[in-house]
């Protein structure tokens, strides 16, 4: 069973810093790995989704790397702002399931 | 409008009622999903189906009975509600470019 792990728990960052999460996964045989962004009380939004045979993905702000040998993804936001507010997951996919992380929730203070 | 929509929004039950939680999508994807979401545990899956009528169980089954007789709708049944169903369900469906989730169902158990 894949296990999926997000240090740290929360982060709290200054307008304007660039934001680093960590993800890591037990199972290197992971099809495709995938960010989401859930805001409080809300739904998960997809943000990126790297697949197994890619090293990275971007999206605006938004770059996701992924290191199937160490079994670490990473996800950056550049120059963040007060509405990058939210908590952050990532989940890896065996077979069709998805197994999440507890994710990181970020406060961007401005 | 395109997309995987849940109804009811939120429900209050009381122990021991039957409830059916509601997921529809309207890509044809052939995979759908049922994940819960409780602080302290993150986002486990409960049901999954490859097709209309093939449905398996994920990690927290214990409760709930799935049905899916047509592609577009994966509708949960809680058989008799307890307090520990108390919780945030979740309906996803997926295709090459990831999973899409629903808004969510917010399920109050007194």
């Known amino acids: 069973k894949q296990e999926v792990t997000q240090i740290p728990a929360a982060l709290s960052v200054p307008e304007g810093e660039n934001l680093v999460l960590n993800c890591s996964f037990t199972?290197?045989?992971?099809?495709?790995l995938q960010w989401f962004r859930q805001d409080p009380g809300k739904g998960l939004t997809s943000l990126l989704l790297?697949?197994?045979?890619?090293r990275e993905q971007t999206s605006g702000r938004l770059n996701a790397s992924l290191d199937k040998s160490s079994g670490r993804s990473t996800l950056y936001i550049a120059a963040s702002q007060p509405g990058d507010s939210a908590t952050y997951l990532c989940?890896?996919?065996?077979?069709?399931?998805?197994?999440f992380g507890a994710g990181t929730t970020v406060t961007v203070r401005a | 409008d395109a997309g995987i929509t849940q109804s009811p929004r939120y429900k209050i039950t009381e122990t021991g009622r039957q409830v059916t939680l509601m997921c529809h999508q309207t890509?044809?994807?052939?995979?759908m999903f049922w994940y819960r979401q409780d602080l302290g545990h993150g986002l486990r899956l409960i049901y999954y189906?490859?097709?209309?009528?093939?449905?398996d169980k994920g990690e927290v089954p214990d409760g709930y009975v799935v049905s899916r007789s047509k592609t577009e709708n994966f509708p949960l049944t809680l058989e008799s509600a307890t307090r520990s169903q108390t919780s945030v369900y979740f309906c996803?469906?997926?295709?090459?470019?990831?999973?899409?989730f629903g808004s969510g169902t917010r399920l109050t158990v007194v």
């Open positions: 996803a469906s997926s295709a090459l470019n990831g999973y899409t």
């Open positions: 199972d290197s045989a992971i099809y495709n």
């Open positions: 790297i697949q197994s045979s890619q």
């Open positions: 989940a890896g996919r065996d077979d069709y399931k998805l197994s």
């Open positions: 890509w044809s994807h052939s995979y």
């Open positions: 189906s490859a097709a209309a009528d093939i449905t």
